[in-house]
């Protein structure tokens, strides 16, 4: 039996059946082609599936798509605007805040939930907003300042997060 | 990873939930933030016929103070009591703790109602209830009934929750003035569980420690209070050799867990550090 969901993913609106058991991730990617969250170790611990949903950084490996129902969700696609990389996205560029980018759209999005809460956060907080994201190329410190970098860069154009 | 299937119902209110649960014939679990659940579903350790969602009932999300207690719903997250001001004025060692379940992700979505329900021995609140003293209410279309930690927690992934209940409260006496606590732990470097976890409390009144209540997770297939640790210390002045004589005491008559992480002679003596520093915290 499935179930009907509507959610705001990036801005649109999108209604879908699915299984209950469908885990946001696999919804993400497989039926809408948002590949951008992805699957790493699949129990939770690495934050590769970093999505927000209405406005709190989870991980859509263990979120049902039926939980979302009604909610709004934001994944790294959809922060680029207007054909501009998102001040993280930015950062994490200028910063060389990744090797091979496998961790890199969980590490933004955790990101993007630190900065929304704490505009200027310290290198520890940085750190320890990233306790849930594993890079195993990076050994995070330009991680780390490709977020400081990001957070620079919003109070210098005093924008919002998101 | 792909779970089972099952049906999925979202309930608007306890009652709801409650009848959704009792329906016969399907066996029928209760779906908070799942941060527990949804991994058993994934490896398929449980296949429920269905799932209630109670995540979204707003009458079950609180934390407020109700005489001499702290009641918190039991659909809080780890979040909101992590950041508690009321706790964190009361007792300390629940926000602390909160803040040390999982990550930032975890914690925004985990609660301490689907926490304790599942009463994984490496979790964190199960110790640190039964060193609040706390209370657990179960509800069900019979009634509700109240428990006190000790009574709930029975053994390894072990509750008294009954089919057809609901975990809807947790009810936290308010600590004597002078009274602290703290929760500390040796984690799990990738799943942040503890390996060892020790909660205490202790009241310093007259240079005497009483009302000591010590309590660990991780050590043994459940959480357990060490009555050993509490009467070594109770009575007595809070001297850094009276800390340590009453922490080596740590661990001892029961049954050590012992895995890849941690073999049975090493976590006897992390519980022994981690009762001493806990003890040093609350009464050093």
Redesign the interface.
């Known amino acids: 039996?499935s179930?009907k969901i509507s959610v705001s993913i990036n801005g649109k609106k999108y209604t879908s059946e699915v299984?209950?058991?469908q885990?946001l991730v696999?919804h993400l990617r497989e039926a809408l082609g948002l590949t951008g969250s992805h699957v790493g170790c699949?129990?939770?611990?690495c934050?590769a599936c970093?999505v927000l949903v209405d406005g709190?950084?989870?991980?859509s490996c263990?979120?049902?798509a039926?939980?979302v129902?009604g909610c709004n969700v934001i994944t790294v696609e959809g922060l680029a605007k207007n054909g501009s990389l998102h001040p993280i996205q930015e950062g994490f560029k200028e910063e060389h805040g990744l090797q091979c980018g496998f961790c890199t759209p969980g590490m933004i999005m955790?990101a993007a939930?630190?900065l929304q809460n704490n505009p200027d956060p310290s290198e520890t907080e940085i750190r320890?907003?990233l306790?849930?994201?594993?890079c195993r190329c990076t050994g995070y410190h330009n991680i780390v300042r490709s977020i400081q970098w990001a957070a620079n860069k919003l109070k210098e154009t005093n924008a919002a997060v998101l | 990873?792909?779970?089972?299937?099952?049906?999925?119902h979202?309930a608007g209110s306890v009652d709801e939930a409650l009848s959704l649960l009792a329906q016969p014939d399907v066996y029928t679990k209760v779906?908070s933030g799942?941060?527990s659940l949804?991994?058993a579903?994934?490896l398929r350790l449980s296949q429920p016929g269905a799932?209630v969602?109670i995540?979204r009932i707003a009458e079950l999300r609180y934390i407020r103070q109700d005489g001499n207690y702290i009641l918190i719903g039991s659909t809080s997250t780890h979040k909101d009591i992590a950041n508690s001001a009321l706790l964190a004025q009361h007792i300390a060692m629940l926000p602390e703790a909160a803040g040390l379940i999982?990550?930032?992700?975890?914690r925004?979505?985990g609660t301490i109602g689907g926490s304790i329900a599942h009463a994984d021995p490496a979790a964190d609140w199960p110790g640190v209830l039964l060193a609040a003293d706390a209370e657990i209410v179960l509800r069900s279309q019979a009634g509700s009934r109240t428990l006190a930690a000790q009574d709930f927690f029975l053994g390894f992934y072990s509750t008294a929750l009954q089919e057809g209940e609901i975990v809807t409260e947790i009810r936290v006496p308010i600590p004597a003035a002078g009274t602290k606590s703290t929760y500390q732990k040796f984690m799990q470097p990738?799943?942040?569980f503890a390996i060892v976890g020790c909660a205490a409390v202790v009241q310093v009144s007259n240079g005497t420690c009483s009302k000591v209540r010590v309590a660990f997770n991780g050590v043994a297939d459940a959480c357990f209070r060490d009555v050993n640790v509490e009467n070594a210390l109770a009575g007595k002045a809070p001297t850094a050799e009276n800390i340590a004589a009453a922490a080596a005491q740590a661990a001892q008559g029961v049954s050590i867990l012992s895995d890849h992480y941690a073999a049975e002679d090493y976590r006897k003596h992390l519980a022994e550090v981690y009762a001493k520093r806990a003890l040093t915290v609350v009464a050093g």
């Open positions: 039996m179930v299984e209950p058991r885990l696999y699949d129990t939770s611990s934050g970093t709190q950084a989870v991980k263990t979120t049902l039926a939980q129902d955790a939930d630190l320890h907003a306790e849930g994201n594993f | 990873m792909i779970p089972a299937n099952f049906e999925y979202r779906l799942g941060h949804i991994p579903l994934k799932l969602d995540a999982g990550d930032p992700q975890v925004n979505v990738a799943s942040r």
